[in-house]
DNA sequence: ATCCCGCATT
DNA sequence: AATGCAGGAT
């Protein structure tokens, strides 16, 4: 059975969904963010940054470590997120807090030193490459595999599935980051745990489909 | 495989 | 009362 290319599985996405949209807010709130949401959704984090304005990471390192668990209380985990947002802020410092400095380091550096956080697995770390460092390093999260799986591509482990993204597009972050938005609204509103496979673009070449 | 946390939804 | 949510660490 001939299986969609990721180009292929890309633009019928962009039929379904309409042009994707962008992980929002400033280069930092999107690395808070990405921690924030973890296992988490995201109308909590809407409620944190509404009652918390846009963070800035001088006043973050400034602030007692109390006061910044409460602050990101309503996404839950707050003593451990609140570790990991503390890392990743000491972690920018070495950059001068300036995104267009820490844009110029390589790519495969950057990741290395975000995987070395406390707090910070492949999956935070790639979205934060993507978003705010403006990198090309494909986001895999539980919807891509379960969409993938679905599909019968038949990938045993995140490399095969990174391969398959990063071997098949342009390496354009601008590209990584709307595939990803992308494959999040689908797996919301169609692959989910139980699938809702009416209207789904994927009806006819999906063999997990339940009609 | 299991536990971690807070809140919304059902 | 039970489940689920842009995960990570052990």
């Known amino acids: 059975m001939e299986r969609l290319t990721a180009q292929q599985v890309y633009d019928r996405l962009v039929e379904g969904y309409g042009k994707p949209r962008w992980w929002p807010g400033t280069p930092y709130e999107i690395m808070v963010s990405a921690v924030l949401v973890q296992n988490t959704a995201w109308t909590q984090v809407?409620?944190?940054?509404a009652a918390w304005g846009e963070p800035e990471p001088a006043k973050v390192l400034a602030m007692p470590v109390e006061q910044l668990q409460e602050t990101i209380r309503p996404c839950g985990f707050m003593k451990a997120k609140a570790a990991t947002i503390r890392a990743v802020t000491e972690w920018?410092?070495?950059?001068?807090?300036?995104?267009?400095?820490?844009?110029?380091?390589?790519?495969?550096?950057l990741?290395?030193?975000l995987l070395g956080l406390k707090g910070i697995g492949a999956e935070t770390a790639d979205a934060m490459l993507v978003f705010a460092l403006h990198k090309p390093s494909f986001v895999i999260d539980a919807y891509t595999r379960r969409f993938l799986d679905r599909m019968g591509y038949g990938f045993s482990d995140d490399r095969q599935i990174r391969r398959f993204f990063e071997s098949g597009l342009p390496a354009d972050y601008r590209v990584y980051g709307w595939y990803h938005w992308l494959l999040l609204e689908h797996g919301k509103n169609h692959c989910r745990k139980q699938p809702v496979c009416e209207g789904c673009v994927f009806s006819e070449v999906c063999p997990g489909r339940a009609l």
């Open 46 to 49: 809407e409620k944190v940054f």
């Open 92 to 109: 920018y410092r070495r950059y001068g807090f300036d995104i267009e400095q820490a844009r110029t380091a390589d790519q495969h550096r």
């Open 111 to 113: 990741r290395r030193e």
